[in-house]
């Protein structure tokens, strides 16, 4: 099982970028799918993009489809999330994920997470 850090958080204002990162360690990081969630005061967490082992396959929320993109360096036990044009409701507590043996459909469901991170904040002022 991978443990997860995010990190890249941060104050910024409306149509600004900002890149997270998500360093694993442990073995295999190459073989899991990995995703980005997020959860704003008073709302449940939700997905936001998704990718395979490969980095091949990707899947993204609509919410963030054209503005957000997600990657991967497997020499490196990283994922991103590259994210643009960032509005005020895109403010969240951005959380990464790892899946064993899942696909980025079954990621983006939550059905079966094996490690979460431990979270960084996104303010986005107007």
């Known amino acids: 099982q991978v443990q997860l850090a995010e990190s890249g958080g941060g104050l910024v204002q409306a149509g600004a970028s900002l890149r997270l990162s998500c360093a694993a360690s442990g073995r295999a990081f190459g073989t899991y799918v990995m995703g980005w969630f997020r959860q704003a005061p008073g709302k449940e967490r939700e997905f936001v993009a998704a990718?395979?082992?490969?980095?091949?396959?990707?899947y993204s929320a609509d919410s963030v489809k054209g503005r957000f993109t997600i990657s991967r360096d497997n020499a490196k036990n990283t994922v991103y999330l590259q994210m643009n044009s960032l509005k005020p409701e895109d403010t969240a507590v951005y959380f990464c994920?790892?899946?064993?043996?899942?696909?980025?459909?079954?990621?983006?469901?939550?059905?079966?997470?094996?490690?979460w991170g431990q979270g960084t904040q996104v303010t986005v002022s107007s």
């Open positions: 994920a790892a899946d064993r043996f899942g696909t980025t459909q079954s990621m983006a469901r939550m059905e079966r997470i094996d490690s």
């Open positions: 990718i395979n082992w490969s980095g091949g396959t990707t």
